[in-house]
């Protein structure tokens, strides 16, 4: 590839950041030129793409180092994001929206003889998240940004990221993601920040200087963490937050006296050992018990992250003593709770505070967000490895433990069962650290991310918590997103919304109701319909290429893209499809509509089961793709490395967006918003964050099916036998005789029998139960979309509606109920203007 980009010897405008189309050329040109040392005719796709990130990147930094002077006002309190995950997808096109820059790049991208789209898809994208965990902190890193809140966001620079997936023979293939390997230019290293975290060894009480017995930890390892920054810009503001995401590196990378007596592996052993902290990503529904490197892991950032913040705090001039009013910290799940017992440490151990208050401060510092209903989800370490690799930390727990439930005891004298429920230690059996009860009882607010998520916590698996301190666990419903999720993913849909409302609702989403007075616009129907085939036939097109299907877009596109996991249901959208080919072939003459049923999402790599349903989607997938008698009528797709760069092609080309897991089990849920702020109709159950997007978008514009999650208690109190609903059901009886029968696996009739036999024997998760409601409310959506008037109307009022689920939303009612916080401006000044007033020696180095 060659580019017409000038020589960087023409002399450039006095402003080097400028907007000038000639400046941007020259920008770029000067960074191929100077930072990746090539010129046009040599330099590949990948060189043309960093020379223009790293021109963008020039264009924030007034912006981000400005924001960062803000953090050092005494006055201002940070939001400190503590994440194990953050999967924030690709930089430029994001950025470019977010700056309001994107015509003006795009047309010096083109006059060098470039394609921006081209560019922006040859970026590598960092895949330091799982799933919805990893990308609700990506979404609110950005509000955060855009609400001008001043935040940073802590985590793990894992050197490879969420496994990329290959599907071979129907199967999920794990290959190592290398996303470092071309260098990431977003990143700003800042190894004068870097700080010591230590493991394993032993403590030892002493005396100190004013008579005080005290404790110290003596570590048995060292490992130096080291940040890397990314700037995450606001929407047309002036706010750049940080992202600083730490990589771990051995204090000494280089042991000469080992290498000198011979031993050469040794001499390099310490800087393997160490680095293997911040190596992978590991995948978030793997059992967590046993797992060493995960609590070290959680421990390295936590601890780097919070030594971080008390620099900042000192750096600002203030004491200790008020460090609860500088930074306000959101555990984003229980993977960082273990900040409760080193802040603990930090404070007594290292910075000399007492107990009382030092654990003030830390209640008043800590804010939990509980993403789970599942008790085997919430994260529980052995006492023995948590001893061994923290022992200055279990005894801090211990002691925080001792504390509370003096206190409980006093309260609940009668009721030990309630003691032995609420203790940081699981005493029943082998003895576990509980990390959720330790930041229930280290933390000032707990919250749930959906409405029905929020009163189910409250019922179920922190009710002791909830009868002790009745105000304490709050609902803040998960939000994403619109800049991305609409803008930069949808821009035909966001040109035709902002052509009829104007642009404000891109940072106001509950503008988007004024919508609703277009509805029986026939010309705003028709584009409408226009853009939704337009975002069809772009997907169209990756499918060819990725899986070699050729599909027709006028077809219904059906649409399930999320981790693949038994209680998300993905193997009861499976049944439905076998059920309609099943009729298909009894019955080549019935009418349907024609109907594309995609797939996508990643399976842990241990979870047998997961894996198995996806080589089921794909053994129907083979099956129905090559029976000419169905060829127009069904195609079943499972686009492999499902990830944020694919979502975005997925959510503005769906129809419907299935949500269709077992009421009661998911918390929230993203991706069903993500679909409905695209235009796709939702089916689903009554679960997460559905009950409030089904009342949002009203009744009639979803379509519901399947149990309650009071029902699905109900159900399994009375006892629950799957065999009843397969012996009524002839319908489900075939398809299982179908499956079972080798149809789908080349006549082999054991392949799927595992995945049969859990369902008939015990199906833990409902789908007999709901599958006849299942089938009936697909009966329905059938029907609603042969009415392609009545569908768009639905369409329309699933974006006019969905404005409560902006990100933004959720970010405020974070800083009004949790954090206290308030929006600060950020002035931009010049960086001229800033070298003109440089003094110096005013400078502490």
Known sequence: MTASMDQPHIQVEDDRTGLSIETLRRAMADNLFYIQGKWPEVATRNDFYMALAYTVRDRMLQRWLNSQRNYLRPEVRIVAYLSAEFLLGPHLGNNLINLGIEDEVRQAVE??????????????????????????????????????????????????????????????????????????????????????????????????????????????????????????????????????LWTAEAVESFNFQAFNVGDYYGAVNQKVTSENISKVLYPNDEQAQGKQLRLEQQYFFVSCALQDMIRIHLTAGRTLDTFQEKFTVQLNDTHPSIGVAELMRLLVDEHNIDWVTAWEITQQTFAYTNHTLLPEALEKWPLDLFGRLLPRHLEI???????????????????????????????????????????????????????????????????????????????????????????????????????KIGTHWIRHLEELRQLENYLDDRGFQDAWRHVKQERKANLTRLIQERCGVTLNPNSLFDVQVKRLHEYKRQHLNVLHIITLYDRLRQNPNLEIAPRTFIFGGKAAPGYVMAKLIIKLINSVATVINNDPAVQDRLKVVFLPDYNVTNSQRVYPAADLSEQIST???????????????????????????????????????????GLTAKEVIELKTRGYNPWDYHNQNPELQEVFN????????????????????????????????????????????????????????????????????????????????????????????????????????????
């Open 111 to 244: 006059e060098s003889g470039l394609n921006l789209q081209h560019l922006i898809a040859q970026e590598e994208e960092p895949g330091l998240g799982n799933g919805g965990l990893g990308r609700l902190a990506a979404c609110y890193m950005d509000s955060l940004a855009t609400l001008e809140i001043p935040a940073i966001g802590y985590g793990i620079r894992y050197e490879f990221g969420i496994f990329d997936q290959q599907i071979r023979d129907g199967w999920q293939v794990e290959v190592t993601d290398k996303w470092l390997q071309h260098g990431n230019p977003w990143e700003i290293a800042r190894p004068e920040a870097s700080v010591n975290v230590g493991f394993g060894g032993r403590t030892e009480g002493y005396t100190d200087s004013d008579g005080r017995y005290r404790m110290r930890w003596i570590p048995h390892q060292v490992i130096k963490g080291i940040p890397y920054d990314t700037a995450i810009l606001g929407y047309r503001v002036n706010t750049a937050n940080t992202l600083r």
């Open 663 to 705: 009421a009661g089990l998911e918390a929230s849920g993203t991706g069903n918003m993500k679909f409905s702020m695209n235009g796709a109709l939702t089916i689903g159950t009554l679960d997460g964050a559905n009950v409030e997007i089904r009342e949002e978008v009203g009744a009639e514009n979803f379509f519901l099916f």
């Open 397 to 499: 727990i211990l002691e925080i433990n001792q504390r509370f439930l003096d206190k409980i005891r006093v309260q609940y004298f009668n009721d030990p069962g309630k003691l032995s429920r609420m203790s940081l230690i699981d005493e029943q059996g082998p003895r576990y650290v509980r990390m959720a009860n330790l930041a229930c009882v280290g933390g000032h607010a707990i919250n749930g991310v959906a409405a029905l998520h929020s009163d189910l916590l409250k019922q179920t698996v922190l009710k002791d918590f909830h009868e002790l301190w009745p105000d304490k666990i709050r609902n803040v419903t998960n939000g994403v997103t619109p800049r991305r999720w609409m803008v930069l993913s949808n821009p035909s849909l966001a040109l035709l919304i902002s052509d």
């Open 738 to 845: 179908l499956i079972r029968s080798g149809f789908f696996s080349g006549g082999d009739p054991g392949l799927f029998e595992p995945l049969i036999a859990n369902l008939l024997q015990s199906d833990p998760y409902l789908l007999l139960a709901d599958y006849q409601a299942y089938i009936d409310c697909q009966a329905t959506v059938d029907q609603a979309y042969r009415n392609p008037d009545h569908w768009t109307r639905m369409s329309i009022l699933n974006v006019a509606r969905i404005g409560k689920f902006s990100s933004d939303r959720s970010i405020r009612e974070y800083c009004q109920q949790i954090w206290h916080t308030s929006p600060v401006h950020v002035e931009l000044k010049e960086y001229v203007q800033a070298q003109a007033g440089l003094n110096v020696s005013s400078i502490k180095f």
